[in-house]
């Protein structure tokens, strides 16, 4: 397979270097400084299990669009949610007149990105996506290291029997990785199933500098997680998606049982870059809102950690 990876941070370079190294023909979009060094040095992947390093292909978004997009199979975009929306009216435009035109395959944070991709592609070509169990965060420029066991959720939004061909071909090519890949028959409730556990633990880990593990394990802070996680579930209903308090609880239950992780929210603090909150605690602030209700958990955590990061960072 031709893929395309937008974004080489800890989701992007994982999947580009893993699909490298089981043939395909990859090629990194990236802009920045992590552009410059990748367009004279090696990507590294490494992971407790595997280390995978090798020169490849990156390009910025420009160079991109100068190629022809009949070449390429998928195109897999992993940055920020809040880039969504300016990739896609460029994507867009750049294969209005293609005969032939790639898979788009979000593996974002949040559960708006592949309703944004639904007003700028072709809807039978949009392939929503989420990462599970692992931990990808990037140590120096062209070095990501990973940890857990890796799994895969995909899933089309309008389902067809061309996409679902791509689908079982894209599963075959990761089966033959050291991860797992699950095809979903409805990924909107998998990406909100993930949006509960997103809820509960980015922000206020952020907030706090603190793992999610001890956070769920202190008796205090783990009822604020819930709290979070049952706003997360509840404000689905205002979308159609339904989750119920059992279904938080199941989620709960299940990041007890999860590895201790250091979110990506708290990351980003680090690196000074923008936060996802108006991808992830925003949009259950808002979908509450719809149902009549607060989310005082979601709003106080979110809002605090807002101020005293803007702070932070106008005080440099």
Not at 78 to 87: D, E, L, R, V
Not at 96 to 124: F, R, T
Not at 256 to 279: A, G, I, Y
Request: some cysteine; overall charge negative; aromatic content about 6%.
């Amino acid at each position: 397979m031709n893929i395309v990876v937008i974004g080489a941070g800890g989701i992007g370079a994982f999947y580009g270097m893993i699909l490298h190294d089981v043939g395909c023909s990859v090629k990194f979009v990236a802009r920045g400084e992590n552009l410059e060094y990748l367009k004279n040095n090696s990507m590294k992947m490494t992971h407790p299990n595997y280390i995978i390093e090798d020169k490849i292909d990156t390009l910025s978004i420009e160079e991109l669009l100068e190629l022809n997009p009949e070449d390429f199979d998928a195109i897999i975009i992993a940055t920020k949610a809040m880039s969504t929306q300016s990739i896609s009216k460029s994507l867009a435009l750049w294969t209005k007149d293609a005969k032939k035109i790639p898979y788009y395959i979000s593996l974002q944070n949040g559960v708006q990105n592949e309703d944004v991709m639904l007003k700028y592609y072709n809807n039978d070509y949009v392939i929503g996506g989420l990462t599970r169990l692992i931990v990808s965060h990037t140590v120096s420029l062209g070095h990501v290291h990973c940890e857990g066991e890796v799994q895969t959720l995909i899933g089309a939004l309008n389902h067809t029997k061309e996409n679902s061909e791509f689908l079982n071909r894209l599963k075959d090519v990761l089966d033959k990785t050291q991860t797992t890949t699950i095809l979903c028959e409805n990924i909107k409730l998998e990406l909100w199933n993930k949006l509960i556990i997103n809820n509960g633990v980015n922000a206020i880990c952020a907030l706090l500098q603190e793992e999610s593990g001890p956070l769920i394990r202190d008796e205090k802070t783990s009822k604020l997680v819930y709290g979070l996680m049952s706003e997360a579930a509840y404000a689905s209903n205002a979308v159609g998606i339904n989750l119920s308090q059992e279904d938080a609880n199941k989620m709960f239950e299940l990041m007890t049982t999860f590895q201790s992780v250091k979110p990506s929210m708290w990351v980003d603090t680090e690196n000074n870059r923008d936060l996802e909150l108006d991808d992830i605690c925003g949009v259950v602030i808002k979908n509450c809102e719809k149902l009549g209700v607060d989310a005082p958990y979601t709003r106080a955590i979110s809002t605090i950690l807002e101020f005293s990061y803007n702070k932070k960072r106008k005080s440099k």
